[in-house]
């Protein structure tokens, strides 16, 4: 096959993709590799389809036929890939996510995460000490090996890795990196946003929103000021004030008069608070009286007492 059918091969893949899916995660390929990669497509299988190909080819599709996803464009540069999908966003970022292989610090890397050396024994011969005294790591010599004193980090996220950094963490056998796709935008509906939204839940929208609500209420009331959400306060406290004026004067109205007859007899506000509190009492009795029903024992059946002192009848 020659370049220019691979070309459009791609390109007729890449409309196909376009016309079927409606949501894109862009995800960003840096240091994965081919058997990687053909890890992270089978897990993604039934659930999405991954393209990796050539930026150039991508843009132009995209500005020729598809002018929908322009916002796209922008996004697709370096080493990316687009993972097309109709289903759940949050599921598939779970997938990629769980398919990174630990990786060994390689010097000249860029940092993806601060690295920490713990403390303790390392296993290393007493001879290597000055190669972590280089790197400014207290150590003591523990039962003929070395044993680092406190905690030292020696990488620094998004700076490169040193040589004396690297080589000391393959000594150690610690692989501190973890490689995989990263998702750099989402795609859906003609916007495209961080991937961090997808960890906004409904209930902390729900949440968010009455947090608003009740500062918007507080300011509301503060400055005499009428919204949707400080109406039911001042409902309530015109209807305290009017209760008040009743009870104090000769004013009445339906939702006071009945007040002021528990008031004005004690016995009936006595009843009606024990009514009222009498089913919570029952419920909160109930629960030792189970409880205790459940952990006490059954009674043993007692054997029958011989009455002619252990001589039967027929001995």
């Known amino acids: 096959m020659s370049k220019r059918e691979r070309k459009d091969e791609f390109s007729d893949k890449l409309r196909d993709l376009f016309s079927k899916y409606s949501k894109i995660i862009i995800v960003?390929?840096?240091?994965?590799?081919?058997s990687h990669m053909q890890k992270i497509?089978?897990?993604?299988?039934?659930?999405?389809?991954?393209?990796?190909?050539?930026?150039?080819?991508?843009?132009?599709?995209?500005?020729?036929?598809?002018?929908?996803?322009?916002?796209?464009?922008?996004?697709?540069?370096?080493?990316?890939?687009?993972?097309?999908?109709?289903?759940?966003?949050?599921?598939?970022?779970?997938?990629?996510?769980?398919?990174?292989?630990?990786?060994?610090?390689?010097?000249?890397?860029?940092?993806?995460?601060?690295?920490?050396v713990p403390a303790g024994d390392t296993g290393l011969e007493p001879t290597q000490t000055a190669f972590l005294q280089a790197l400014n790591i207290a150590t003591r010599i523990n039962k003929g090996q070395i044993m680092i004193l406190n905690p030292k980090q020696v990488i620094t996220k998004g700076e490169k890795v040193g040589a004396s950094e690297a080589t000391l963490l393959q000594k150690l056998k610690i692989k501190p990196f973890s490689y995989g796709l990263g998702i750099r935008?989402?795609?859906?509906?003609?916007?495209?946003?961080?991937?961090?939204?997808?960890?906004?839940?409904?209930?902390?929208?729900?949440?968010?929103?009455?947090?608003?609500?009740?500062?918007?209420?507080?300011l509301s009331l503060e400055i005499g000021y009428p919204t949707l959400p400080s109406v039911p306060h001042t409902l309530s406290r015109a209807f305290k004030n009017l209760l008040a004026i009743a009870l104090d004067t000769a004013i009445t109205f339906p939702q006071a008069e009945e007040i002021k007859e528990l008031l004005e007899n004690p016995e009936a506000l006595a009843r009606a608070v024990a009514?009222?509190?009498?089913?919570?009492?029952?419920?909160?009795?109930?629960?030792?009286?189970?409880?205790?029903?459940?952990?006490?024992?059954?009674?043993?059946?007692?054997?029958?007492?011989?009455e002619d002192m252990g001589f039967g009848l027929f001995d």
């Open 28 to 34: 960003g390929a840096d240091n994965v590799g081919s």
């Open 41 to 116: 497509r089978v897990s993604l299988r039934g659930k999405g389809v991954l393209l990796m190909g050539k930026n150039t080819m991508i843009r132009r599709v995209i500005k020729n036929d598809y002018k929908q996803f322009e916002a796209v464009v922008p996004h697709v540069f370096e080493n990316v890939g687009l993972l097309f999908t109709n289903g759940d966003l949050n599921e598939l970022r779970e997938i990629i996510n769980q398919q990174k292989v630990p990786a060994a610090a390689k010097a000249g890397a860029i940092a993806p995460v601060d690295v920490t």
């Open 185 to 218: 935008q989402i795609y859906d509906d003609g916007a495209v946003y961080n991937p961090s939204v997808l960890d906004i839940t409904p209930d902390a929208i729900g949440k968010k929103i009455a947090d608003a609500a009740t500062r918007i209420a507080a």
């Open 275 to 306: 009514a009222s509190s009498a089913p919570a009492a029952a419920a909160s009795a109930d629960k030792p009286a189970a409880a205790a029903a459940a952990a006490a024992p059954e009674p043993e059946e007692k054997e029958e007492s011989d």
